[in-house]
Structures are given as structure tokens and as C-alpha cells.
């Protein structure tokens, strides 16, 4: 009954399919691969970036003794179901939009949610560019402008920064250059592309906390005229309307006397005041629609990059007539079917990971997040359930000597990129060299312990396998099975010391490090 | 005198040179020899203002010049506030421009613009001075981080130095002198067995490296090199171990011992070290402010001063000495000065600038410049210049986009080149 019900529930998607053409088998289409990759290779992949770590040398035996064809497609499905996806998602996006400005609870619950739910990613940018402070479901969503408007020691407020970061993220457009003129390399962008946003988060004004605002809120103030600029080159004066870059601008209602607020401003009762016409509720209109191509082409690109390690279009937010992506057809494609599907970002992951291209042998190799890196380790050595149980350190007891937010916070500081940096590509630093070579942290999960790596590898005759499997996911080849035997025989003298020491150079080294 | 720090006369002297011929150009000997002549720069930063009246260009019995003398110095004419004996006594050694007119009036501010050469806005942030020099002479022979700043506080990684060369040009900053976090090997683990490893790390790295695009295990080949060379120059945060006379010839304050630090990583060859002292902003009791502090400095870097010059370092050291900006003359209501840019100083010394000589001159009452003002852009020309850069020659490149490495209309201070 069940069996005969997935068979119909498949035979209608596959007509739906044969009618349509599913986007993986157009993607192929244009980018046929000569080789796919291995199981293990493929598995390895899949899982850092479905899951955000490494399989366990378990689940990888399992996985890679079953036989069945459509195995991997199960796998995708499998992983996609899971909680971890969302999380994963949540993590990826996290640090492609915030670009470890810190961290902010109510933000990281409503990625989470937004990923759970499959929100699509239109109603995300919504959300962000114009929240409801009053709705405990998305106001969330507000750390994205909150976090960039807060003062900073003496600096004046960055609205610059914030209007550029907008173009960044949701139109793959960098227009700082265009802040104080015609940007000099890239004739599409122009200084009204800058000053149209910039009307309007300049207008925006941080608040704190209050009776009714639970978390930082932002006021916004009356408007009425447009927007005046100089070009420091020319000296020209132009003016704009609030305007999303390469758009119409947005008319300005006239009002007379008090007439523009909704509530006026009011000292006496700390009342702000809101005035009836909300440019930030009108770009946030306007951004996020099918019109606006760039709107859909960029997140396809970044959700690209995410998984295939390259972009169509770099820099990822350098989208211009001039940079043409190095598959036009291809990108093309992605924004029309991800425009077509509502935005819906499972439906453009799961497509991407269905392709050639995705499950192709010897793929770019590509960066890890801290998290990812801080996540496969733990699974590798084997010291992650431990670390989650350990709800607070103590020193004094050697398997509680850490809680997992000890390595979190290690991880991330010698790992992750600095603050507002995109964080794009494997960037070694002495900082993490060093943390990998000396740290305690390292130290300890190398250490044998109850049920971790390196007791495991010390019950067993040859552990080549299993050491393999649990670091890189994979088998060593008779040459690495060699080395190890001969560094065995060599240091053999303390067996846990020189399994603990080879797992070591494993997890230091490059293969470990990067998703390939 | 330590090991690393042979004056290069030792191994390769100047008669061998000129001996030679130009057959010797050719040598790899030569080679070599010019290479451990790597060019070095030391930073001092006086972090909130040193009054030029009370240490470089003081105006004894004029309306603001405070109560000090002034004294004489090594050269015939030149003279310093008193609080500086034994700087007035390495005068030969040193240039000083008495005629920097900057603009920034802020510390919040003017600390970042005068230690990014104030440049053009271009909508981009400049990395400092330190961070360019690591982008356009890279680390050197000595394969040790070429930007360190030795600083009270905190120390750490301080990418924002950098700017848009991007966080590999940040500084990297030892907090009261001390190395980086995880500098150490690990107490468990011996030294042979550390070594082992590590070897073991670097050939599955290889082997992984012949299957694979190079690139990355490249990048993580070189860090952990960079870590490795530093750990094995661990001692150069260690002043413990240094003579008695020398740690007192500094001065056993913060800046003495920050300064003896930064010694030891001149001599082990890392190409830029920034030392900081705090304190400097006498907006009050200025004139018992900089009698406690100025000593100290004068003690601490005349010491340097006089070691670089036996150890031979100070012909291929840049040695710079600056504020964000110097004090008022106008003596405030609390006997303090405050934020002066219009007219103050900085000393320099070693590589590529004159010696024994004064830049510039300020008017008998120390307010304005009296000769050609020179703003800090001028002052970047001159120590890339030094440092055998030309600014009118050498671009950054911001991904794809060429940025002047110095203030574009500006051109170096010609009086104090060498």
C-alpha cells in the first residue's frame, strides 16, 4: 500500500517532470561533467553541506556498502529532512549576511525557523529590510539593520555602510564607490543608484528597548522632499526620491502642516512619532519582486557559491552589464526557475545538489565556516556528545575539562574570518596555525577517552580504516596504510600517543579542511 | 650581543666589496649578504599627544614655553627640553622636523588618519603605515609576521590596521609584550614528538597537494611555516634572560621593557615593529605629566637608539617617532595643553633619512609653522621613499582598483632624505 503509493506519488512528478524538465537536467544540460565523484567523496560533501559536519565512520559504512541507485538522491532528501539542514542553512546565511558582525539570539531563531519552514526567500528580505518590531515571529529579522546602525565608539552612525551592504546582499551590487560620485570602473552604477537608498536608511533612527519594544527598534522620519547629492567630481547637484538602485522612484506623498505623521512626534510622552509615508516599507516592497532580475540572480549566485565553491558572477557582488557571468545562459536559468518557484529556496538547493556539476569528481575546493570545521572535528574525534552533555566545565575532572561552549568560542576566534569581512574563501591564519599546533583544546580531544577516537583506534590490530573513515571519510590507499604502519612500528612504544599524533596531523592538514 | 644581530661589516665587509669588482655583484654571496640587510622599521607612537615644547622643539621664556630649560645637544645649535638628556645626547643620530601642520584635531579620529598617511577620501579605509610596509616588502628573510605591535593592554590580531589589503596585513599585536595566545608547544607534548608530527602534517599535506589545486595547502603551508619560525624565536618576548645593565639601561617601566621586546624582534628581522605608549593626552597638569613621562621615553629610546647604532641595525632601520598631533602652547585653566595640529614634531633616524639635522621651524611662540608646512601625507612619502619605495611609482591594488600608497598631492620631505 505505502510502497504503491510512493510509486504513483513518484510516476506523477516524474510526468510533471518529462513536462516541464526538471531544472537539475537542464543545469546538466548546459554543464555536462565528464566524471562523477566517488561515493565517499560525494558523501563527504553532501554531508558539510547539508549537515555542517562529517559523517561518523559508522553512518559512512552503512552509506557506502549500500548499493542502490538512487542512493544519493535518498541521501540529499535524507539530510534535507533533518533539523541540521535548517541549522546548517541558518549558520551559511548567518555569516553571508552579517559577516560576523556578533551574535544575536532572536536572529539566529528566526533563520532557523525561516529554513524550517522553508520561508521563501522574498518574504525573508521583507522581513529584514522592513520588520515589524511588534511581532515576536519575525522581529527577529530587524538584527540585520538594528546590528549596522549601532554606534560605535565615536564614529558617526554607518547609514553608508548599511545602504551598500543592502545593495551587497539582496542585489549583488557593491555601490560604496558611487557614495560621492559615478562609480569609476563600472559605468552601470551610478551615484542616484547609492543616494535613492540611502534616502532611506538615512531617514532610519535606532531606538532602545522600551515598554512596548522588547528588543532595538528603529523610528523612522517624515520625508518630504527629495533627497539632495553632490558629485565630488563634477560638483553637481541632482536630487532623488527614495529609489532601489536602477529603479523608478518612489513618489513622495505631499502632505501639509502635521498631516504627514500617523502619530506626531511628542517629547513630553517620549513618543517618536510615524509619520504616514514609510520609505523603508516602499524599498522593501520593491527589492524583493520578480521585476527587480538582480533581486533573484544574486541569491541564485550565492546559493551557487555555497555549494559549487565558485560563483557565476565575481566578485558575488560586482553583478554588472561589463562582468557578464561566466555562464549567462546558466544564471539566467536559475533566476528564471527560482523566480517561477516562488522563491523557494529547498527547491533551488535540492535542484543545485541533483546536478553533475554538484556530484562532479575533484570540485573546487571550498572553505569551511568555523562552525563546519569546529562540527566535523568533534565527530571525527569523537568527543562531541561529551561536549554537548557537559553543560559547564571543570577543570579539575579531565572528561568534563570542557562543555561545548568552550570550543565554540575557540573555534571561532581562531578560525573564523574578522568582522566584515566576507567570508569566501580558505583563509589560513598563523592564529588558527597556532591553535591547531598548541592549543589545549586540540590536546584534550586527541587524548584517549572513553569511546573517543583514539581509544577506538587503540583496541584495534589495524586501524587504518577506521581512522581514515573518521577523519577524511574515506579508505586510505595501500600507501597511506603503509605510512601508518611505519609510523606505528617507529613510535609504537606509547600505541595511543602515536595514533593520537597521526589523527593530529590528519585533522591539521589541508584535506581536512577544506570540502572538496 | 645576541647571535642573530651580526652586523652585516662581520660577514661581508665593504673592502670584499669593493675588491671585488662587479664580478662580486653577481655572487651568490652577495646575494645573500643584501638580502640579511632586509630593511626593518621601528614605530614608536606616543598615543594622545607628547608636547613638542616639552621634548623636541622646546621655547624656553616665551609666553607658553612652560617652565623648563632648554639644553644643548650633540649638534652646535639644536637644542631639547631638558627632560630629554640623553636624546639631546644622540641629536647626531636623529631628524627632527619641527614643521609637520597636520589637520586632525580629534584623538578618535586622528590616531587612525595620521597612522593611515590621511589620504585622499576615496571611500575605502588606508591601512597603516605598518600594514603597507608588510603588503610591499613582505616579511623578509626572517620568514617571521612582518607587522607586530607591542602595545599595553591587550594584545591579538588586529585586522582593522590593514584596511582594504585585507585582514593578512593586520597587525599582530603582543599585549604587554607577550607572544600570542598558543605560541607555546603544549606542556604534554615533547619537543621530539611535536617535531615528528608536525613533519608528518607536512607530508600528507604534499601528498594531497599532488592530487589537488596547490592553492590552498600553499596558504596553509605558509602560516603554519610563519608559526613555526615564531615559535622558535619564543624568546625574543623573553627579556628575563637579558643582562641586568640592559634591562635597567631601558628603564624597568612598561615602555622600557616594551621597547628591550621590540629590540629583540628588530635583530630577529621583523620587518615592522609598532611599540605604543599611553598616557600622552595632558590635558591637565601637563607640565607634571610630562616630567614623570618624558624621562622615561628619553630613557627608553635613547637605549635603542644607541643599540641599533652598535649592532649596525640603525643603517637599515627606519626609526620613527610620533603623535597624532601636539599640544597647544596656550597653557589652559587646568595648567594643561591640548589638541595642536597646526604645528608640532616627529624625530626619525637610520634608514634613508639625514642625521644630525633639524627640519623646519615654528615661530617664537610655538603656534604656527613659520617655514613650509608639512602635512602627514608628506611624511608617508618620505619613509616609503626611505625604505627605498617610490611613491610616485608604486601603487596598492584594491581588487583591481590602483590607490596611491601616499597622499597623491603630497610630496616627501626632501631636507630629510639621505
Redesign the interface.
Known sequence: MKIGLIVCLLALTTLAWAKEGRLAEKIDALLPQPSAADDAEFLRRVWLDFDGGIPTADVARVWLADQSPDKRTRLIDKLMGETRFALRMAEAFHVMLMERRGENEEWKTWLVECFKTNQPWDAMVREMLAPDFLDEKQRGASYFLTRRLEKL???DTDYAGLTRDVGRMFMGIDL??C??HRH??VSDYKQIDFSGLYAVFQNLKLQPVDDKHKIPWLSEGLINAKYEFVSVFTEKKSETAPRIPFGEEVMIPVFTGDDGWLVKPDRKIKEVGQPKFSPLREVAQRIPTPENALFAKNIANRVWFLFIGKGLVE?LDLHHSENPPMHPELLELLGREFTAHQFDLRFLIREIALTQVYQRA?AH?RHLLAEQKLRAFLTATGERERLEKNQKADPNVDSAKYALADFEKAFTA?LA??AK?PELA??????????F????HV?WALRPRAGNLIDRLAKLPDPAGELYLATLTRQPSDAEKA?LQA?LAA?GGDRS?ALS??A???L????F??N? | MNPLCTPLEHTFSRRAFLGGGLGMLASPIFAEAMQQRDKQVLFVWLDGGISQLESWDPKPNTEFGGPFRSIKTSVPGIHFCELMPKLAKQMHKLCVVRSMSTKDNAHSSGVDRIQRGDPKNRGVIYPHFGAGVAKLLGPGSSGLPPHVWIKPGSGGFKVEDAGFLGPKYGSLAFGEGKPPENLLRHPEISAERDAARNDLRKMLDQRFASQREKRVVEANTSVFDMAEKLMARADIFDTSKLPERDRERYGRHDFGQHMLVARQMLEAGVRFVKVTSYGWDTHGDNFNAHAGMVPKFDQAFSAMLEDLEASGLLKTTLVICLSEFGRTPRINGHVGRDHWPAAWSIAMAGQGVKHGIVVGETNERGTEVKSEPFDIGAAFHTWYHALGIDPLKTEFDNAGQPLPIAHDDMLPIQEALA
Request: proline letters at 6%; aromatic letters at 12%; charged letters at 15%.
Open positions: 565608539g565615536q564614529q560604496q564607490c557614495q560621492c569609476l570602473t566578485p575533484g575546493q581562531a574570518n574578522p569581512e580558505a583563509n589560513p591564519s598563523l592564529r588558527s596555525a597556532l591553535f599546533r598548541n592549543s589545549d590536546y605510512d609510523w613510535h600517543k599524533d597521526y593530529w596531523a590528519l591539521s592538514s589541508t584535506e579542511f577544506v572538496h
